[in-house]
């Protein structure tokens, strides 16, 4: 069920004389000889429908594309493309509609002569992947991600590295501002909510079916309680595991290095616990008449809570009152307080069960061929 999220890729084409695709054209001067150097181009940002971006950039050379190919003309990415062919298949249809030619195949891999003293390279004569992100949708269940992901940030995995567990509990990641690999788990749905509802602020002939498709997406991630998993693979990474030479790797060959979370939940069981202060309990109960009866009672309970002997601190009525209220809810302030036989707060514990998320019949897939980018000048 793991698809591609992100994509960068570049590839060299030593016979040149291809269009200058960028932003700019820099033409550069070595000020010591007076020689002409080689122009340089920044990157150029390409726009599709629904506020979707590509960045790309040709110095002649070198094209390279980097984005999101299951993102790319689509409103949403919460399922994607699965094959490195689909991805691929979406720049290459860029590629052509700007003149430049497609991402091909490795075919042959050799060693690059490097400088002495310097680790031998391998290149290969097609394209190269530099970052790419793998994704996998857990189905937790309705109201389950901050505990999930909570209960998944205290443990350390990837090569013992910690997590961060953001303040508002809806994303951890492993390996943050590494240039080898990073693992990320999010609430998708307040993902989809931050990114999506912008689209209520854009007035088109369509809105009201987007709109519509968009608080379906919502609803149902929320309904079954979406959490994303992600693995950011970097440039180091790919080489170290000869993961970039396009044609010449898999996905299966992926898919041992996104085992990490797999692994965590097998060693770790995490629960969804509810909790409800006494007042509140009292109060639901039928135990007590007002919310300052409630909260008097659990006053007393709190020092009780505290090791405090209430015979000593109540008269005999009174003690016996609240007694009979606390008990109530299953408290008995007859007995010493032992924290490891009760939780007082706790009204419900469920072990989460964790499950891949299915794809509703009403979900719009993507589609590799197609192609609406806002026109550019490019250089030839």
């Not at 298949?89 to 002495?116: A, E, M, W």
């Not at 629960?271 to 109960?285: F, P, V, Y």
């Not at 010493?336 to 707060?345: L, S, W």
């Not at 964790?354 to 000048?377: R, T």
């Amino acid at each position: 069920m793991a698809f591609i999220d992100r994509l960068f890729m570049q590839q060299e084409h030593p016979e040149g004389n291809l269009p200058l695709v960028g932003r700019h054209l820099n033409h550069r001067i070595d000020l010591e000889t007076g020689e002409s150097l080689p122009p340089s181009v920044d990157q150029k940002i390409l726009e599709g429908s629904f506020s979707t971006k590509l960045t790309i950039r040709c110095d002649g050379r070198m094209v390279r594309v980097e984005g999101n190919p299951s993102r790319w003309q689509r409103m949403d990415n919460l399922f994607g493309l699965q094959t490195l062919d689909e991805c691929v298949g979406v720049y290459n249809h860029v590629l052509q509609s700007l003149n430049l030619p497609p991402f091909t195949k490795n075919t042959r891999i050799y060693h690059r002569q490097s400088p002495d003293g310097k680790k031998a390279q391998l290149v290969g004569n097609g394209a190269e992947i530099t970052a790419i992100d793998w994704t996998v949708n857990h189905q937790v269940g309705q109201g389950n991600e901050l505990a999930f992901i909570r209960g998944m940030s205290s443990m350390n995995i990837s090569r013992g590295r910690p997590a961060k567990l953001y303040p508002d509990g809806n994303t951890c990641n492993w390996g943050e501002g590494s240039t080898w690999a990073m693992i990320k788990l999010y609430n998708k749905a307040v993902d989809l909510r931050k990114h999506l509802k912008r689209e209520t602020k854009k007035a088109t002939e369509y809105q009201d079916a987007r709109l519509e498709y968009i608080d379906n997406l919502i609803t149902y991630c929320e309904s079954q309680g979406v959490v994303r998993e992600e693995h950011s693979l970097r440039q180091a990474f790919l080489k170290r595991h000869n993961l970039q030479f396009y044609g010449a790797v898999t996905e299966d060959q992926f898919y041992p290095h996104l085992q990490y979370i797999e692994n965590a939940m097998k060693t770790i069981q995490i629960s969804h616990d509810e909790h409800e202060s006494i007042a509140h309990q009292l109060l639901a109960a039928g135990a007590v008449n007002t919310i300052r009866q409630a909260n008097t009672t659990m006053s007393y309970f709190s020092l009780w809570q505290h090791g405090s002997d209430l015979r000593q601190v109540l008269s005999e009525s009174q003690f016996y009152e609240h007694k009979a209220r606390l008990k109530a809810i299953g408290i008995d302030i007859g007995q010493q307080f032992d924290v490891t036989r009760m939780c007082p707060t706790l009204r419900r514990s469920d072990v989460i069960q964790v499950s891949p998320l299915a794809v509703p019949d009403w979900y719009q897939l993507p589609k590799v061929a197609q192609s609406n980018i806002l026109p550019f000048k490019a250089v030839a």
